[in-house]
């Protein structure tokens, strides 16, 4: 059965079908902030990214969430702890049931209320994203930790299609254009780590850049997020959450080991 989030099909169940999920590079992580090394190499090539918001085409309930895909054309990230450039692919949000939990990464065992993933694939080695997924090196997601305060406009964009995409699989066309950039935190102080894709096949192919800021979200926003359904319009539903509403989605945190945590900025 396919992959999800309830006790059936959830992060616990998943290394059956998807073995990578067992491995020693996985993610999410809990941040323990006392960890962290300040890397000079880190401070010395800031973080540098360009956006086309007119690139942010189609936005779809993959049955796991909403996700914005976007033509990589234009789009690039480099520095930081990046070698070459990467372009964005897409971007999503993993919540919870209630704004007490729901993010994918921990700060000292602190949950937030959602995360955003940026996605990103190395250009300057690899062909596309899928090819990207397969390496070591091959992709690169931003994170922000989304908390519960003032709405968002930048989201408040995602959330108005979100009626248009109830059901698994239903896709439309972002007809206002997105600005990744501005879903972003003002300070650019950011944690970074080698792990994986949080859902299956769990891929230890991402090198992890999460920015220490929360952005603000409202909790009428959260619940528009919940509203999705985890199942095609027409078909009864299959996972045992409430009515198939996707309320939940983020995979909780995998062992850091003995993986190494740098931290740019205060
Ligand atoms: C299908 C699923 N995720 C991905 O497609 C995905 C692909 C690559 C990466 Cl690197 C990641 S991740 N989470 O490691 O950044 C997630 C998904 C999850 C949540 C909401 C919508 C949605 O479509
Ligand atoms: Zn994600």
Redesign the pocket.
């Known amino acids: 059965a396919e992959w999800g989030y309830t006790k059936r099909n959830g992060p616990f169940t998943w290394a059956k079908n998807y073995p990578t999920a067992a491995g020693i590079r996985q993610?999410p992580v809990d941040i323990d902030t006392a960890l962290a090394t300040s890397d000079s190499s880190l401070e010395s090539k800031p973080l540098r990214w360009k956006y086309v918001p007119q690139n942010t085409r189609t936005i779809?309930n993959?049955?796991?969430?909403?996700?914005v895909d976007v033509d990589s054309e234009g789009s690039e990230l480099v520095g930081g702890p990046l070698e070459g450039t990467y372009k964005l692919?897409?971007f999503?949000?993993?919540w919870g049931s209630s704004s007490d939990k729901g993010s994918?990464h921990t700060v000292d065992g602190q949950s937030y209320a959602a995360e955003l993933?940026l996605?990103h694939w190395n250009s300057s080695k690899y062909a596309d994203?899928g090819e990207a997924?397969d390496y070591p090196d091959g992709?690169t997601?931003l994170?922000v930790l989304l908390k519960v305060g003032a709405k968002n406009p930048e989201l408040q964009k995602v959330i108005d299609l979100i009626p248009s995409i109830s059901h698994r699989g239903e896709k439309t066309e972002v007809k206002e254009a997105i600005d990744p950039a501005k879903m972003l935190p003002k300070t650019l102080s950011y944690w970074t780590y080698l792990?994986?894709?949080?859902?299956p096949p769990c891929?230890e192919?991402?090198t992890w850049i999460l920015f220490k800021e929360p952005v603000e979200v409202s909790e009428e926003q959260l619940a528009a997020f919940r509203s999705l359904r985890c199942y095609k319009r027409g078909e009864e539903c299959p996972c045992d959450e409430v009515d198939g509403l996707l309320i939940s989605?983020y995979?909780p945190t995998l062992p850091l080991g003995t993986r190494e945590l740098r931290e740019c900025g205060s």
Do not use: F, I, K, Y
């Open positions: 993610s779809v993959s049955g796991h969430g909403w996700r692919q897409q999503h949000c993993h994918e993933h996605v994203c997924a992709l997601v994170g792990g994986s894709l949080t859902v891929n192919s991402v989605n995979r």
